[in-house]
């Protein structure tokens, strides 16, 4: 059993488990150089949004954004956990996000796009030239291919304007997109089409990443070929080159499935699409992320509601205003760039920095020179990426003339050292830092401080969002009082407009998946009986604020980047002298956490160096390079339980340098001491060879 003490512990080691040990810090006032916000610093703005207004205050979002018809109910809520937002309204995300800009902006710059090679200029897309190109894109795949609203497209591109476009063109007419991040196999792409049988999947030939040219075409190949095992292959494949008039790649797929974008795309480049009036739950995107089990679930998230949300937490937490230069470093792939690079910046008309590159290219000062070159003055980014920038060049924000306003670290826990050099090299301390804490599933932040207002917490993601009350839980349910000390699982107890639609086709597995646990009446209608379950452990101090502790399910977050272990297992088992593989979080001094694997032989193979090889190649060409596991342990057998589940908790124990705890439950006990030895004697081993070199 996990120990009763402290319910965040797993018997997977989930990442909760490995507790992030840094007291909690005194708060930091926000620099009196910072501007207070009049709508932040409004003594109604929080009344407004208290528990009592709820759903009504979610209204506020929605007014923020342009509709066809006004929705005639705040909150659907017959069917929990099934909501429906704004429902009755009608509107477009492309109108809200660039036509309805066009009258004020359209000569603004919309996105500023920066390639990796600093031999590239930047180049400046206006709101203009995003609607003229949308607009074309929109066109060829309504008259061209015929696409109706409700299809899925599957987007699998870099950090280039192309990716925002797809997206958008897609909103435009009301098609589902699902985008795929750019450095995830062909493989996982191909399963992903699959899964959400996507009628059309949109690439290109390749981009630039860490100064090499990342062949993504060749993916694309695999994509197809795997859709087509599972049964649902894409009837087009449209592929762009990464620079205009210069494709660099050869058709290989069957001649009508696999089409050059660009030469499409002349024929329309004045078109004009109308764009699709759509009811508020029509679904908006899906995007697929690691859970509890060998499969990613594709997320869905509805337009009214989620870019409702979108828009109201970029105002309130980004607090960006047309003036603003703003870039988040993350990549469009993930949650974060779908939410605070595309939907939720573009709907207010401001002016967004997209990055091709790692921001270590060609050197750790890269970062700072885009931002002092462009005016950067709101910068959002992840902790991996302050402690990769700070490791390796400590004092380089310094030799940057950058004026930032407003800073934000995502993804992952920050730990206060980290956030100190963020607060006072990046930002000078003259800036105000957010660390926002949120998830793929909750569509925008959840927590975190109203910059220039609230005073910040080192190391703590702050206190719910407006008209977000989370909580802390133990495992029967009962909710911890803050300032208690005592860690637990971290819920939100009432709906809001950014939370998924569902999971796409699985209305069952996003019930059991989010829901199930502390729900104690499952007929219940009342939304009240249904809180969300978020899988991370936190602990709540007096004054509310909140710190995260990490997932406490099969899921690792690997330099901000989710990766289910359960996915990872699933590819080692395709070698085949693999008999069981077991997966750990082990906690790293840069990424924060990195996945160690278990691996036991078949009878009649022995451990080798290739075999371990061949192990990694199979994670890599099963989901990604991100994915790459940094340990392979060979062991005689796993621990288990009598009942012969494999307790990861003592492997993660093992490769945290931790006492494996309780081992009474184990079948094998004797199995822990030859593992511990053996983990020993390898890093003995491999501190030498280092020690000598
Ligand atoms: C973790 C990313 C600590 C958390 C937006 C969550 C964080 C998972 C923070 C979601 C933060 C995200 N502090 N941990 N500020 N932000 N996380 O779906 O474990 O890619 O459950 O969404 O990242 O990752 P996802």
Redesign the pocket.
């Known amino acids: 059993m996990p120990d009763r003490e402290d319910p965040t512990a797993t018997d997977r080691g989930g990442?909760a488990d490995i507790a992030v040990h840094w007291q909690e810090e005194p708060m930091v006032a926000p620099p009196r150089a910072v501007r207070r916000p009049p709508h932040l610093a409004d003594p109604t703005l929080k009344p407004r949004f208290a528990s009592a207004r709820f759903p009504g205050s979610f209204e506020a979002y929605a007014e923020m954004l342009t509709w066809s018809r006004r929705w005639d109910r705040t909150l659907d809520a017959d069917r929990p956990p099934f909501y429906r937002w704004f429902p009755g309204g009608r509107l477009n995300a492309s109108v809200n996000c660039i036509d309805r800009h066009l009258p004020d902006r359209a000569a603004s710059p919309a996105l500023v796009f920066v390639p990796e090679p600093e031999s590239e200029a930047p180049e400046v897309l206006t709101y203009q030239d995003l609607y003229d190109r949308v607009n074309a894109l929109a066109a060829y795949l309504h008259r061209g291919l015929g696409a109706v609203p409700g299809e899925r497209v599957t987007l699998h591109l870099p950090m280039t304007p192309e990716l925002p476009i797809a997206m958008l063109a897609c909103a435009r007419l009301g098609l589902p997109h699902s985008v795929v991040f750019s450095g995830f196999s062909g493989e996982a792409c191909g399963l992903r089409i699959a899964d959400s049988q996507s009628r059309f999947l949109i690439t290109m030939d390749g981009y630039f990443r860490n100064g090499r040219w990342v062949d993504l075409r060749r993916a694309a190949e695999r994509a197809y070929q795997v859709a087509h095992a599972e049964g649902h292959p894409p009837e087009k494949v449209l592929v762009l080159p990464r620079r205009p008039g210069h494709a660099r790649w050869e058709p290989t797929l069957r001649p009508r499935v696999e089409i050059d974008l660009e030469a499409e795309l002349q024929s329309y480049r004045s078109a004009r699409e109308v764009a699709q009036d759509l009811p508020s739950d029509h679904p908006l995107f899906l995007m697929y992320?690691s859970g509890t089990t060998g499969r990613p679930k594709g997320v869905q998230h509805n337009l009214g509601g989620y870019l409702a949300y979108a828009a109201g937490t970029t105002y309130y937490y980004q607090d960006l205003d047309p003036d603003d230069v703003y870039w988040c470093m993350a990549d469009i792939g993930?949650?974060?760039g779908h939410t605070y690079i595309v939907y939720g910046p573009l709907a207010l008309g401001a002016q967004v920095v997209l990055y091709e590159g790692v921001p270590t290219w060609p050197d750790a000062e890269r970062p700072w020179r885009i931002s002092e070159q462009l005016g950067v003055t709101v910068f959002h980014t992840s902790?991996t990426a302050i402690r990769q920038l700070r490791r390796l060049a400590p004092s380089g924000p310094g030799r940057h003339r950058t004026r930032f306003r407003l800073l934000t670290?995502?993804?992952?826990?920050?730990e206060p050292e980290t956030w100190h050099w963020y607060f006072s090299e990046v930002g000078r301390g003259r800036a105000a830092l957010v660390?926002?804490?949120?998830?793929?599933?909750?569509g925008g932040i959840l927590?975190?401080t109203a910059p220039g207002v609230d005073p910040m917490k080192p190391g703590s993601?702050g206190p719910g969002a407006l008209g977000i009350f989370p909580e802390i839980r133990d495992e029967e349910g009962r909710v911890i009082p803050p300032g208690s000390g005592r860690a637990g699982a971290l819920v939100i107890p009432n709906p809001w407009p950014g939370q998924m639609a569902g999971i796409w086709g699985d209305p069952q597995r996003y019930v059991e998946t989010y829901y199930r646990r502390f729900n104690l009446h499952p007929e219940s209608t009342d939304w009240r009986d249904w809180p969300y379950v978020?899988?991370?452990g936190a602990v709540q101090a007096m004054d509310g604020y909140i710190r995260?502790l990490?997932?406490m399910d099969d899921?690792i977050?690997v330099a901000?980047?989710?990766l289910g272990a359960k996915e990872i297992e699933s590819a080692c088992l395709t070698v085949h002298a693999v008999a069981e593989a077991a997966v750990v979080p082990v906690s790293d001094p840069v990424k924060g956490r990195c996945p160690e694997v278990y691996i036991a032989l078949r009878p009649g193979f022995e451990p080798s160096l290739d075999l371990a090889d061949r192990v990694t190649r199979a994670v890599e060409t099963t989901i990604g390079k991100i994915a790459r596991p940094t340990r392979v342990w060979f062991v005689p057998d796993m621990p288990k339980t009598r009942s012969g589940k494999i307790l990861r908790r003592v492997l993660a124990a093992i490769s945290n340098r931790r006492p494996s705890g309780d081992l009474t439950t184990l079948a094998n006990p004797e199995v822990v001491a030859e593992i511990e030895q053996l983990v020993r004697t390898a890093r003995e081993r491999s501190d030498a060879e280092a020690g000598r070199q």
Do not use: F, K, L, M
Not at 409 to 414: A, H, K, L, N, R
Not at 435 to 442: I, L, M, N, R, Y
């Open positions: 990442e992320t993930w949650i974060t902790p670290s995502v993804g992952e826990p920050i660390d926002a804490w949120w998830q793929t599933e909750t927590c975190a993601a978020t899988g991370d995260i990490g997932r899921v977050n901000g980047h989710r």
